[in-house]
């Protein structure tokens, strides 16, 4: 089993919809969570942290279910500009350093 | 100005040879990663250095020698290059490797292929 599994997609939606991705983990001790944003050819940018309580940034709103060791992300009212692959980080003591462990991403694609 | 910046951007080479990739961040971090992206786009973490130091080292064979000559600099060297060393290897930084949610500004990225 994948340390971080995410549904790879693509998910194909229509400008202004709402689209949801998940992603599950398999270490019960990681720490911390966020979700990064990597568009085609590009590096991969942070574009939230992931909290207990869950938390929103303008469309984007982000769950963590430790017990379930499931983590969500939201976005409301897409826009072509979300089209992108969305990568789910655990992040885990490594011994000397934290570590992410990146899921192998969800590509949206939001369209006309 | 760049924040992460690694150079060279494409790299096209012969198996067997010996190649290096340098990797430089102006944002005053202290913590410095390599991690390699593969053909089906799985991000994985390969070194990580805090001050220069060594503090994370996955399981990587050893032809891959991580060297940082300051908390700045973080080069990659791989010796007899393999079909399967192809990918795309990116550079990453942070302000503390041991901060649960220090933000990770990733570079560019080096295009290796290997024929």
């Known amino acids: 089993r994948k340390e971080v599994e995410q549904d790879p997609g693509p998910f194909n939606v229509p400008e202004g919809a709402t689209v949801a991705f998940n992603c599950t983990y398999s270490?019960?001790?990681?720490?911390?969570f966020f979700w990064y944003r990597q568009d085609c050819r590009k590096e991969p940018k942070l574009l939230m942290s992931?909290?207990?309580s869950g938390n929103e940034d303008g469309r984007f709103t982000a769950q963590l279910n430790r017990a379930s060791q499931y983590i969500s992300l939201l976005i409301r009212d897409s826009k072509l500009s979300d089209s992108a692959t969305y990568l789910c980080?655990?992040?885990?003591?490594?011994?000397?350093?934290?570590?992410?462990?990146f899921g192998t991403g969800t590509q949206l694609k939001v369209e006309l | 100005d760049t924040a992460v910046s690694q150079t060279p951007k494409y790299l096209v080479t012969q198996m067997g040879n010996d190649k290096s990739i340098k990797c430089e961040q102006n944002?005053?971090?202290?913590?410095m990663y390599w991690y390699k992206q593969d053909s089906k786009k799985f991000l994985k973490i390969m070194f990580s250095?805090?001050?220069?130091?060594?503090?994370i080292n996955e399981t990587v064979p050893n032809r891959f020698s991580p060297k940082s000559p300051d908390k700045a600099h973080l080069n990659l060297h791989i010796n007899s290059l393999e079909l399967g060393d192809s990918a795309v290897y990116f550079c990453?930084?942070?302000?503390?490797?041991?901060?649960?949610?220090?933000?990770?500004?990733f570079g560019p990225g080096t295009r290796l292929t290997v024929l």
């Open positions: 990453a930084s942070s302000q503390d490797g041991r901060g649960l949610y220090n933000e990770q500004f």
């Open positions: 270490n019960s001790a990681s720490q911390s």
């Open positions: 992931v909290y207990s």
């Open positions: 980080v655990v992040v885990g003591w490594a011994g000397g350093g934290n570590k992410l462990t």
């Open positions: 944002l005053g971090h202290d913590t």
């Open positions: 250095y805090n001050n220069k130091e060594l503090i």
